[in-house]
């Protein structure tokens, strides 16, 4: 429930990334594939319901509403959009590589074996805007501020995000992505890499090193949480390991909700 938002911003991003290459305004699109992203975007918000009852079953309505709406910052820390604000750094480099990495998978899926005209690629650019809108309207509601680019413990849980998420989590959204592709019988070229992808994972990289260099004076064991079962804390290697099961609940809905976004993004 907390990691909602991120993962809603980053399926945008990926989806967004794969359309300027694919999108097909104005193109044929093979009934079953609409179908199909009608199916996958009701599974999405059926998914949503069941992850809802089932951490209100666990941990009660009270509990569920202030992670749901951001306050949750760690154990027995609560702030106002204290979960979205340590999410931002990470959010950014993410979203960028996701956008990168979605136009390089674009690149290669051939509509019906014909790569589609430049002027059929405008309204692509249409989820990425609603990615960037979506990114901005909850920073303003949650009051982003220098505090998540400066807070070491903040840009230390963006380290571990940026470490793990783009492992799993966008893979997931991707593999979606091309799995749908096969019900419009498309065809796959060989993967192009232009310009604008590269600046745009450049700049992520560059933002992650700043992130970085700001941390290289910190001593991560010392921010982490202490659990019962390591009082002396956790060593990186199982901070890391432990993170990808963390999201487990992501990568299942950022796979089911990806694909709907691209097809959503075909048909506009």
């Not at 154990?75 to 996701?98: A, T, Y």
């Not at 901005?136 to 793990?164: C, D, Y």
Request: charged content about 10%; some cysteine; overall charge positive.
């Amino acid at each position: 429930m907390a990691c909602l938002p991120t993962a809603l911003f980053t399926s945008l991003c990926i989806a967004g990334g794969a359309l300027t290459e694919t999108n097909g305004s104005g193109f044929y699109i093979n009934p079953k594939m609409l179908a199909m992203g009608i199916v996958l975007l009701s599974i999405a918000l059926l998914f949503i319901v069941l992850v809802t009852w089932g951490s209100i079953s666990r941990v009660g309505l009270a509990e569920t509403v202030h992670y749901t709406i951001q306050k949750f910052e760690r154990d027995n820390v609560s702030s106002w959009g204290g979960c979205w604000n340590q999410f931002v750094p990470s959010n950014i480099v993410i979203g960028l590589g996701s956008v990168a990495a979605g136009k390089l998978i674009g690149t290669a899926i051939l509509m019906n074996g014909t790569a589609l005209s430049q002027n059929q690629t405008s309204s692509a650019y249409k989820i990425i805007v609603v990615a960037i809108l979506f990114f901005i309207s909850l920073s303003i509601i949650f009051k982003t501020g220098r505090r998540s680019f400066m807070e070491p413990r903040w840009l230390a849980h963006s380290i571990r995000e940026i470490a793990t998420y783009p492992l799993t989590t966008v893979p997931a959204g991707l593999g979606a992505i091309l799995l749908v592709c096969n019900v419009q019988n498309v065809k796959y070229g060989v993967f192009t890499v232009s310009l604008f992808p590269v600046v745009i994972f450049v700049i992520a990289v560059v933002f992650f090193l700043v992130q970085l260099i700001i941390l290289r004076k910190t001593d991560v064991k010392v921010l982490s949480q202490k659990p019962a079962f390591a009082p002396n804390g956790l060593p990186v290697p199982y901070l890391l390991a432990s993170h990808v099961f963390e999201h487990t609940t992501d990568i299942i809905f950022i796979a089911i909700i990806t694909p709907s976004f691209y097809i959503i993004g075909l048909v506009i």
